[in-house]
């Protein structure tokens, strides 16, 4: 028995999500084929058949394609031509059905064998080329249509909807996302997300660093970030094979440190200084006070400015602090605020010792 190889990560993906496609293609039903979709199945036959004989095509030049029926003749009902045909070639159409999950009917199985019949004399001529030596690219293989999914496309902004429906983020992830996915998808003008390449994202990386006038952090660290998190999800949720995100590189070149991180005593007693002044008349009260404390409960707690101000009143909380004074347990009112993601924790009485 053969040792089984096993499945690196990214081609176990890779299978699964064609395995649901093809699950969910087999649930959707019988599919009627537009003239494009026939003509797309027809070239991956045409691809099979060349990838499997090109490197030792052997002697094409007699009977490898004589006697096949002309796939323009053969427009109407299945004449004895047809028949041959569709001898010829159901079971390899019949095959490839069953790959991709596609139950079709017979009239448009019989639109994909004539198809094909076409297809395998396009793929034998190039074979023949191949066995005289020849293996420049074959000008007849771009006139198939790239593979089509059956179904409605997924659209960026349907597996942006996926997305916050099951993973609930933030506001503030939903209000600085939702605009650079929507700006990407845009840019790349690709209508199914799962159509998306690495090379889409790095010509709208290039654009950022570029034309954008956004700096090398702020791209890498906002916009791809954003982008891949979604596509990451969406490979886990299986609606995606990979994501093209993941290995999107931006170089950020580290800044030579001038200065300390902290602010100067100058500049400390400026922001101070700054905050006690009288408001103007065109701020809110609630806007004068946020000026006016902000900025000393942050260096008092060490709290981001961000922190302190999401706070709310019952996130300020009464508790105990018992100490030891000359040998005795004193306990001592303070109060102290719970920073949490989204401020939802209730109130609570906490107590607490310091020595």
């Known amino acids: 028995m053969a040792p089984k190889i096993p499945l690196s990560p990214a081609r176990f993906a890779a299978i699964a999500a064609e395995v649901d496609e093809r699950w969910k ?5 019988p599919a009627a084929l537009t003239h494009e979709q026939v003509l797309a199945l027809a070239g991956e036959l045409y691809r099979d058949e060349v990838a499997a004989h090109q490197a030792d095509p052997g002697d094409m ?9 002309d796939g323009h003749r053969l427009a109407t009902a299945w004449s004895l031509p047809e028949t041959l045909a569709r001898d ?6 019949d095959a490839l059905l069953a790959r991709r999950g596609l139950l079709v009917s017979e009239g448009d199985r019989k639109r994909l064998v004539l198809a094909t019949v076409d297809a395998m004399k396009d793929a034998h001529a190039q074979l ?12 007849q293989a771009t006139r198939f249509p790239p593979p089509r999914r059956l179904g409605p496309p997924l659209t960026v902004a349907a597996l942006w909807a996926d997305y916050k429906e099951q993973k609930q983020p933030s506001l503030g992830t939903i209000k600085r996302w939702e605009p650079i996915l929507t700006k990407m998808a845009a840019f790349v003008g690709v209508a199914d997300v799962r ?4 090379d889409d994202l790095i010509r709208w990386r290039d654009h950022l660093l570029q034309a954008g006038g956004l700096g090398p952090k702020t791209v890498r ?3 791809i970030a954003a982008v891949s998190a979604v596509f990451r999800w969406g490979k886990g949720q299986r609606k995606l094979k990979a994501n093209p995100a993941a290995d999107i590189e931006v170089t950020v070149l580290a800044k030579p440190q001038l200065r300390d991180k902290g602010f100067t005593e100058v500049e400390a007693r400026t922001i101070l200084s700054a905050s006690l002044a009288p408001p103007g008349h065109l701020i809110t009260p609630e806007h004068a006070a946020a000026r006016r404390w902000v900025p000393w409960l942050c260096p008092y707690t060490g709290a981001r400015v961000n922190e302190i101000t999401q706070l709310r009143g019952r996130d300020v909380i009464e508790g105990a602090m018992v100490r030891i004074k000359d040998g005795h347990a004193v306990e001592e009112p303070f109060h102290f605020f719970r920073i949490t993601p989204k401020g939802s924790l209730p109130p609570e009485r906490v107590s607490g010792r310091v020595d």
């Open 25 to 29: 293609n087999l649930a959707r039903g």
């Open 61 to 69: 030049r007699v009977g490898a394609a004589g006697g096949q029926p």
């Open 88 to 93: 010829y070639h159901g079971a390899r159409v």
């Open 128 to 139: 023949r080329r191949n066995a005289e030596g020849d293996y420049r690219p074959d000008p």
């Open 195 to 198: 159509d998306l390449t690495e």
């Open 221 to 223: 660290d906002v916009y």
